[in-house]
């Protein structure tokens, strides 16, 4: 099946897990470069699709179809659809229950994201930012804070390191932004989205590994926006690229200060912030 025939049968599953309308644009113009990433969605709509339409069968009674799909929906497409796009957190990036000192925990947390990125970098002689300040976060941060702000220490640290391995040897700028939450009904928690952007620069089969690591089940990052710019001629030449992007996890509450979203205000942003230019040449 090619790349046409993929996107017209599966278009919507595509485009409610976000990251495949970019993925898919880019397939279109690297297209040797991803095909694996292709194959991996298709499989991954067909399944859900399935198990979707297993479950609206099971469902009797005299709700109608139309209420029996939206409860399938609610409990069963949702946490299977963060199954394969979620965020799974690492343990070190996590504050223990009851943990007496959370501004002591953060500040061992930011230092092992450092030395975990600075190893990286060196190994590979990568030029991307190293500390706290070139990640965009904070070296100190108040005990009601430090929860959020290791979520976005997480997502750095992993974002960059992803980077490096797909074999990005130049990461020019990576800016965290805030926090926000959604408690969509039935979901059993709070979504909670940790954004950022960031730039970098790479050819065509590095772009395609780059995506396939952020696309990877429990490090999945759902794109905003991209805008790509081709750097030089000929089909090894290389390319800018400039994401936005965020990283979707459950949490269990929501910090007093935090910010919450209504889920179709966020929908309506998220469709307003996306942009995507491809092909564009130096």
Known sequence: MDLEAIWQTHKPFIVKVGA?????????????????GAQLLERQSVSLEGDLVAKLDDL????????????????DLRPAVLGVVGWTADPAFVLPAGDRSPRLFYTAAVTKAEDRVSDA????NAEVPRDAAGLGLPAEVD??????????LDVSERVVRTLIDAGVRRVSAFSPQPVTYQSPAGLGGHLRAVPFEVTFAGGPEVLGKALKGLTEP????????CQIERVGEGPQAGVEVQLSAQALSLVDSIPEQATQQSTSASSRRGRRRGRRVFGKDR
Not at 20 to 34: H, K, N
Request: negative net charge.
């Open 60 to 75: 009797e009674g005299a709700e109608g179809l139309e209420q029996g799909r939206n409860t399938a929906l609610t409990k």
């Open 121 to 124: 970098a060196s190994t590979w």
């Open 218 to 225: 429990g490090s999945f990052v759902e794109v905003l926006g």
């Open 20 to 36: 495949g309308a970019l993925v898919f644009a880019i397939l279109a113009y690297y297209q040797s470069s991803v095909t694996a």
């Open 143 to 152: 005990d009601s804070l430090v929860a959020e702000a290791l979520a976005r």
